[in-house]
């Protein structure tokens, strides 16, 4: 039976529904991402190219058979966490570019330093305002810089109905060696809930530096923000890579099964949910 195959494969259990398990594993082989029996992290240019849909078509039979040939297994933990210089954990490959970043914005001038506000996010962390059950920092692609750092200024920008932010990152050499002058612009002063002008001096529109390599993005602020400062998000950026189509996929990658994530209490909407 090909359940007793996708049991194997890490991708049914008794009692589950086969029809979902057979989806998940669709959605799988369409991604690179394998292990093998041994445990092994394996890159694969993917093969199968059916549907997701959840039905048994031939060509997923024969993918999983071809699976079960080369010893490839659902990859669960393809990816390891690391540590950001003693501040937190990334899955590996982010830290990895965010840890090669960090010279490179300050030879410009610039920091992205920790303490972070938040990097890896654990399952049972209680959610605070803002914050969403399928957070990417949950999947270790997420990275608050430091909202206490003094040579942030966040400046607003608007894009049709969301709100975005250009954070100005004041450099702490002021002789004109570092960054550029930046004259006429406003940032938004969140304890007087206005925009003001920016400080005159020389800066770095971290922004920019940050989403240069195309790897890491922000995201808008979230409805509210000018009552919740939580929801402004300002500090925020993910890895943009390789996104999965949900939450539970996600998880895959960096080593969280279906068990623990239904122990704590996530549905099967909620798994199937897309991240971020
Ligand atoms: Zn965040």
């Known amino acids: ?13 008794r009692g ?6 057979m989806m998940r594993f669709e959605r799988r082989a369409l991604s690179s991402y394998r292990k093998t029996v041994s445990g092994e992290s394996v890159w694969e240019t993917p093969v ?9 078509h031939p060509e997923a039979l024969e993918e999983i058979a071809r699976w079960l040939k080369m010893g490839y297994r659902a990859p669960l933990g393809y990816f390891a966490l690391a540590e950001i210089e003693n501040c937190g954990r990334l899955r590996q490959d982010v830290a990895a ?24 996010r654990p399952l049972m962390k209680t959610i605070s305002p803002g914050a969403s059950r399928f957070s990417f920092h949950i999947c270790g692609r997420a990275i608050d810089l430091n909202q206490a750092h003094r040579s942030y200024f966040p400046a607003r920008e608007t894009q049709g109905a969301r709100t975005l932010w250009r954070i100005w990152c004041r450099c702490l050499d002021q002789s004109g060696a570092q960054g550029s002058r930046i004259d006429g ?13 920016l400080p005159a001096g020389y800066y770095v529109d971290l922004t920019a530096a940050i989403e240069e390599s195309g790897l890491f ?29 949900t939450f539970q996929d996600e998880c895959e990658l960096i080593g969280i099964g279906e068990a623990e994530l ?8 909620d798994l199937d949910h897309p991240p971020g």
């Open 97 to 120: 570019a965010w840890l090669a970043l960090m010279p490179k914005i300050e030879a410009l001038g610039g920091s992205i330093g920790g303490p972070y506000g938040d990097t890896k």
């Open 185 to 197: 612009v406003e940032y938004y002063n969140f304890a007087e809930h206005c925009d003001a002008p």
């Open 48 to 56: 199968y190219a059916g549907p997701a849909d959840g039905l048994a």
């Open 217 to 245: 993005e922000r995201i808008p602020a979230q409805n509210g923000w000018q009552r919740e400062y939580q929801a402004s998000e300002w500090w925020h950026f993910q890895w943009v890579p390789e996104k999965q189509k």
């Open 16 to 21: 589950g529904d086969p029809a979902r398990a």
């Open 262 to 269: 239904r122990k704590a209490g996530y549905s099967e909407p």
């Open 1 to 13: 039976m090909w359940t007793d195959d996708l049991g194997t494969l890490g991708y049914f259990a």
